[in-house]
């Protein structure tokens, strides 16, 4: 391979370490910022604030003396109290033994039970929070479908002279009436009762004129997303390309894609891409994903990491951030309800260990993500914020959530516990999370 062969590869990998870093920056910086905000509200000073490990690269100390800085490994972040005797909160025996009660007030570790309490909870919290501010954000600029259906762009396709407009309203596709509901809805309703050809008849109004106009399949082989990490990602494919044979057979909707691909088996498939103008031939292997099915529980099925587009995007209308909001805590819901039947599922067996990411896939989705558009990125960021914050929950010592273990049980029993029993549960902990990681690493490396 000469040097100049290098160089594109090279700055694939630079693009998807700087998408990784940037989310997960943010996403850090957003988890330890609530520790620290609602520690400083609560009266715990905070000495450190730090994005990322080990030495420091850059730093300043503010007003209040905490020094707020960005490290040297890029993989965490912490905020480290008046008290702590490291990033992991815990005591400092000997600085603790030396304070007043003054002094002591402003420790995580002499503070009230409810101000701990807030301190370590406000982590988790703020990645949910900024998690539907994101998710409310992109439902703010993306609107909502306009009803009647209504064509807002075409969507470029190969050998098909469509005569459809920007503004037109449909009335009737193949002598099918429209629904009065939303635009996905209606498209969704079309799509069962149309005929299965390459053109179709719209009725439509056009400057108050009604009029039938040819136009192509409503749900052709147009590729609107690709999953990170999956065959298509690997494949080179890209949105906006349109697959127009398969294997050398003809296809014009997207259901004959998922037919070839589901009776695959998993053999290799080749292509025919149209791509901005130009033809070019691809060859992806399906992979087996486990997925989930809407009476509970996953089934295994042949995949290739591809989302549909339509022959048109139907016109939207904004939508206020009231609305936005409550369909941000929706998503997160949703993010939070398959997190834990996915985590159920790997328990019992139920789906493959292999749908663990750990560290290399989600460096890859990052990128891919962040190659699909701003968009795109910052659901990316907000699905994992929202992931960070629940695992951060969990009642693991070392982790948000063995902290309140901890303090449920000093709340509950009226002192905390030991500390030679507490760091003694830290240390099973750490150990724990560290075979996670390494067991997600493993299914990076070795998954296919």
Known sequence: MSPFEIIPEF???????????????????????????????????????SIGFGPSLVSWVDKRQTRWQIALLPLGGFVKFAGDSDAASG??????????????????????????????????????????????????????YRTPLTIGSINPLPSVGSELRPGDRVIAVAGVPV??????????????????TDVLEYT?????????????????????????????????????????AVNG????????????????????????????????????????????????????????GVVGGRAFEPARTAIGPGLAILKGFMMTEQVIEGSFSGLYHMITGAISA??????????????????????????FIAILSVAIGLINLFPIPALDGGHLLFFAYEGIVGRPPNDYVSRALMIIGITFISSIMLLAIGTDLLCP
Request: charged share 15%; with cysteine; net charge negative.
């Open 179 to 196: 629904p009065v509901v939303d635009g996905q809805n209606a498209v969704e309703t079309l799509v069962s009762e149309v005929p299965q």
């Open 91 to 144: 005591k400092d025996q000997d600085t603790l033994a030396r304070m007043d009660p003054a002094e002591l007030r402003r420790t995580m570790h002499g503070a009230p039970l409810w101000a701990r309490t807030l301190t370590v909870a406000a982590g988790p919290i703020f990645n949910f929070i900024v998690a539907v501010i994101i998710f409310a954000s992109v439902y703010m600029v993306q609107g909502e």
């Open 11 to 49: 700055g694939g990998l630079l693009f998807t370490a700087v998408a990784f870093f940037v989310a997960l920056s943010v996403i850090v910086a957003v988890h330890e910022y609530g520790h620290y905000i609602v520690g400083r509200w609560s009266g715990i000073h905070a000495e450190t604030f």
């Open 354 to 379: 292999c749908n663990l990411s750990g560290i290399i896939s989600i460096a890859e989705a990052s990128g891919s993500m962040a190659s699909q558009g701003i968009e795109n990125f910052l659901w």
């Open 249 to 304: 057979e003809s296809i014009f909707a997207f259901h004959q894609l998922r037919d070839y691909v589901m009776a695959s088996g998993g053999a290799p498939l080749r292509l025919s891409i149209w791509r901005h103008g130009s033809f070019l031939d691809l060859v992806l292997t399906p992979k087996r994903r486990d997925e989930p099915v809407e009476e509970g529980g996953y089934q295994s099925e042949w995949r290739i």
């Open 204 to 244: 439509i109004v056009r400057d108050a004129t009604t009029m039938v106009v040819k136009g192509p399949y409503i749900l052709p082989p147009l590729v609107q997303m690709v999953a990170p990490l999956s065959a298509a990602d690997d494949s080179g494919l890209r949105p906006g390309d349109v697959i127009t």
